[in-house]
T-cell receptor
Framework: ETGVTQTPRHLVMGMTNKKSLKCEQHLGHNAMYWYKQSAKKPLELMFVYNFKEQTENNSVPSRFSPECPNSSHLFLHLHTLQPEDSALYLC????????????FGPGTRLTVT | RKEVEQDPGPFNVPEGATVAFNCTYSNSASQSFFWYRQDCRKEPKLLMSVYSSGNEDGRFTAQLNRASQYISLLIRDSKLSDSATYLCVVNPSGAGSYQLTFGKGTKLSVIP
């Protein structure tokens, strides 16, 4: 595998479910990101990890819980989501800070019913 | 004022045409600027960074005007494969910051 991979690619969950999104990067980067992309809205940065340490949390509701066990893996744990959380969730990685190129995974299309 | 503003389009242009996209940003302290490209139902990918002196990569030219807080992307000799959404991206906090601010994107359709 090369680049940034994400699983699952599609997820449908009820508001009472608990699920997790997984991201893995094979690029040797130190920084990993979670973004949310909703229709007709710009990409919104949710969380940033640098060398496994969280450096940014952009006022994301606690029903989204990130986990970064090492520099190559990033998870987003989901629980008691709302229908408005339905969106494309994109993971990205970069070598160094945000002024370096970010490489995105293909995303997980999440639908909350 | 929105942080990064773009004309959403769509821009429908014939093959071979020249098309220009503009973007304005609100934070005058912004240091780094980029154009990303996002194909339909795909992830964004870096198209090019934007440097103060302007830069060119093949058919693509990017310009930065710090005084007007304005970035542009010019595509010459448009190809069908250029059809995508072009995202203007700004790092508002400078070197060392992990924050990127994305515009909503400008959709381009190149027509045969």
């Amino acid at each position: 595998e090369t680049g940034v991979t994400q699983t699952p690619r599609h997820l449908v969950m009820g508001m009472t479910n608990k699920k997790s999104l997984k991201c893995e990067q094979h690029l040797g980067h130190n920084a990993m990101y979670w973004y949310k992309q909703s229709a007709k809205k710009p990409l919104e940065l949710m969380f940033v990890y640098n060398f496994k340490e969280q450096t940014e949390n952009n006022s994301v509701p606690s029903r989204f819980s990130p986990e970064c066990p090492n520099s190559s893996h990033l998870f987003l744990h989901l629980h008691t989501l709302q229908p408005e959380d339905s969106a494309l969730y994109l993971c990205a990685s970069s070598q160094g800070a945000g002024d370096n190129e970010q490489y995105f995974g293909p995303g997980t299309r999440l639908t909350v019913t | 004022r929105k942080e990064v503003e773009q004309d959403p389009g769509p821009f429908n242009v014939p093959e071979g045409a020249t098309v220009a996209f503009n973007c304005t940003y609100s934070n005058s302290a912004s240091q780094s600027f980029f154009w990303y490209r996002q194909d339909c139902r795909k992830e964004p990918k870096l198209l090019m960074s934007v440097y103060s002196s302007g830069n060119e990569d093949g058919r693509f030219t990017a310009q930065l005007n710090r005084a007007s807080q304005y970035i542009s992307l010019l595509i010459r000799d448009s190809k069908l494969s250029d059809s995508a959404t072009y995202l203007c991206v700004v790092n508002p906090s400078g070197a060392g910051s992990y924050q990127l601010t994305f515009g909503k994107g400008t959709k381009l359709s190149v027509i045969p």
